[in-house]
Every structure is written in C-alpha cells, then in structure tokens.
C-alpha cells in the first residue's frame, strides 16, 4: 500500500497537488462568495421568510459543490502525506525519532489531518443544521429557523474559513519545509 502511494505520488505529482489545491480553493473560496457575496446580497430580500428560504437554499448548494472536493482533499493528503515519505524521514521501523526536524514536519502533517477532520465535522453539523432549518420553514417557524441559520452563518461558517485558511498556510510551509 505505501509503495502504492510513493509510486502514485511519484507519476502523478502534479495533477495530486493540483486536485489538493483545487479542492482547498472552492472549499474555503466557496464559503468566503457565501459568507461575504451571498449572505450579505440575500439579507437585502424584504420577506423574513423569502429571505431564510435563500440562505437556506444558497447553503445547501453550497454543500452539494463542496462534498466532493472535501473527499478528494482528504483523498489527495493521504497520498500526499504517504508518497512525500514524511513519516519515513521521522522515525525508523521502531517509531524512534531519527530526525528532530523532520519529526516537526511530520506533526504539522498530522496538525493538518486534525484540521480537515475538524472542517468535515464541521460541515456535516452545517448540513443537520440546514436541514433542520427547513423542515422548520415548511412548518413556518420562522424564529428558530433563523436561529438555525444564524449559527451557520455567524459561527460554523467562520470557523471553517479560519481553519480553511490555517491549512492553506500550514500547506505552503510544508511545501517549502523539506
Ligand atoms: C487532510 C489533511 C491534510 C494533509 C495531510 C495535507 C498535506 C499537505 C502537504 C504534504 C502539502 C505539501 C505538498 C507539496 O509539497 O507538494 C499540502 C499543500 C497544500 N495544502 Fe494540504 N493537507 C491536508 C489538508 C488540507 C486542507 C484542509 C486544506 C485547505 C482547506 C489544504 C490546503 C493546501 C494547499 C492550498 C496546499 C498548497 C500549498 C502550496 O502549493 O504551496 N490542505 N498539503
């Protein structure tokens, strides 16, 4: 499995940084257009309810676009992670440090594995959230609707920009660490 990869990482150096960016950028670009384009052209709609209907739709497209570039990110990192042979700079068969720096460069790998799981996370509570939002639109509870979408828009959706942007750089540092 881990020839596999170094193999894979070897032929298709490239087009696997490139599918890994890619995926970053509509990710994290796709919730900047929501949060700062969307969010802020839909709050001009007069109708309460019209108006949680666009988010709310506005959103669910969102996810949709999303959900495949949040797989092939994690997809890409792993090959990424194994072919770029950072644990095997780190330590020997025994998981002795053979390397101090090399070990701090495996860490940040990992940090980066924390964060994309904590932005996943994120995002399937985002998609509950949603869709709790409109079972309650249908049923024209438009107050705990909003406080639904609310905590997407003013918390979760923030966050994943925070994270998102903390893994782009923690990606270009590693990209010149070795
Ligand atoms: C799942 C865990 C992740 C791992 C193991 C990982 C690993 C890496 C590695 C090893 C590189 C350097 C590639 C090279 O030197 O050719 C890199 C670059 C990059 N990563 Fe990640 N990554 C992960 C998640 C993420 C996430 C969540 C984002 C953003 C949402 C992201 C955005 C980037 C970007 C934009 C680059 C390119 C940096 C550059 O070209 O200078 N990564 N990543």
């Known amino acids: 499995m881990k020839d596999m990869m170094y193999m894979l990482f070897a032929d298709f150096r490239t087009q696997i940084v490139f599918l890994h960016v890619i995926s970053a950028v509509v990710w994290v670009g796709g919730m900047v257009a929501m949060k700062f384009a969307a969010h802020t052209s839909i709050m001009q709609v007069e109708s309460p309810l019209h108006r949680l209907e666009r988010i709310s739709h506005a959103l669910k497209r969102l996810f949709y676009i999303v959900t495949p570039f949040v ?3 994690i997809i890409t990192a792993v ?12 330590v020997d068969a025994n998981h002795n440090v053979i390397d101090e720096n090399a070990m701090f460069i495996y860490n940040l790998v990992h940090l980066k594995e924390g964060i994309w799981m904590l932005m996943a996370t994120n995002l399937a509570g985002m998609m509950w959230f949603r869709a709790k939002a409109d079972k309650l639109l249908l049923k024209g509870d438009t107050v705990k609707a909003k406080a639904n979408l609310a905590r ?12 998102g942007v903390g893994a782009i750089y923690l990606g270009v540092f590693l990209r010149n660490a070795y």
Do not use: Q, S
């Open 152 to 163: 997407i828009g003013n918390l979760m959706v923030p966050v994943n920009i925070a994270l």
């Open 79 to 90: 090959i990424m992670a194994v072919g770029l042979g950072f644990r095997d700079a780190a």
């Open 71 to 73: 797989i092939i990110l």
